[in-house]
């Protein structure tokens, strides 16, 4: 009765995982405290989102997404989420899009919006540099800057909007966009 499944009602019982007490020479498996040979692909462990898809399989399955570039679309270089790194490439201009194209080598979706950022912001900023150099009036000055930072806050959002809903869908600003994506195409 030492062997039993059943509950035992000695005063002391010791924990079925204590080796002295092992009944048996083969380990005891315990399906609900995953080992390091179980990997699981949910979005909360680190494995790809699959959106409007099976566990099974279908369009957006992990092992397809996976096979196609060796590894994930949303990693990182440091692990940082890949719709927060995008929407930063627009916020501080050619400063922040320089930034990424040093930082981020791993990431395409992160790198084309860095990219996209230095074609978008630039020329405008140079711009408005050289019209408070030439002393321009201020509300041309002023315009100047709306024209740099409007652009710039909705494509930040843009590229936030399509990490988080849209699967990494990219949105490319006519002329610049498909410039962007050929310089990531040919890393």
């Known amino acids: 009765m030492s062997t039993s499944k059943y509950a035992s009602f000695a005063p002391y019982t010791p924990p079925p995982d204590d080796p002295s007490y092992a009944s048996s020479s083969k380990p005891v498996s315990r399906t609900w405290f995953p080992g ?13 989102p699959t959106f409007n898809t099976s566990q ?5 399955a992990v092992e397809d997404a996976e096979a196609e570039g ?35 080598t791993h990431n395409d979706y992160v790198r084309f919006h860095a990219y996209q950022s230095a074609l978008l912001t ?7 540099i050289l019209a408070a ?13 709306f024209l740099l930072v409007l ?13 988080a809903r849209n699967g990494l869908a990219r949105f490319q600003i006519p002329g610049i ?11």
Not at 87 to 102: C, E, H, K, R, T
């Open 177 to 187: 966009g498909p410039m962007a994506d050929r310089w990531v195409s040919d890393e």
């Open 56 to 60: 099974a399989g279908g369009l957006g």
């Open 122 to 128: 630039t020329p405008l900023l140079v711009l408005r």
């Open 70 to 104: 060796g590894s994930s679309m949303w990693e990182t270089r440091y692990g940082l989420r890949v719709d927060m790194l995008a929407a930063l490439a627009y916020l501080l201009g050619p400063v922040s899009a320089l930034a990424l194209l040093i930082i981020e």
């Open 133 to 145: 150099l030439l002393q321009f009036p201020s509300l041309l000055c002023t315009l100047l800057t």
């Open 36 to 48: 390091a040979s179980m990997q699981s692909n949910s979005y909360q462990s680190g494995g790809i």
């Open 151 to 163: 652009p710039a806050l909705f494509m930040s959002w843009q590229a936030y909007i399509d990490a």
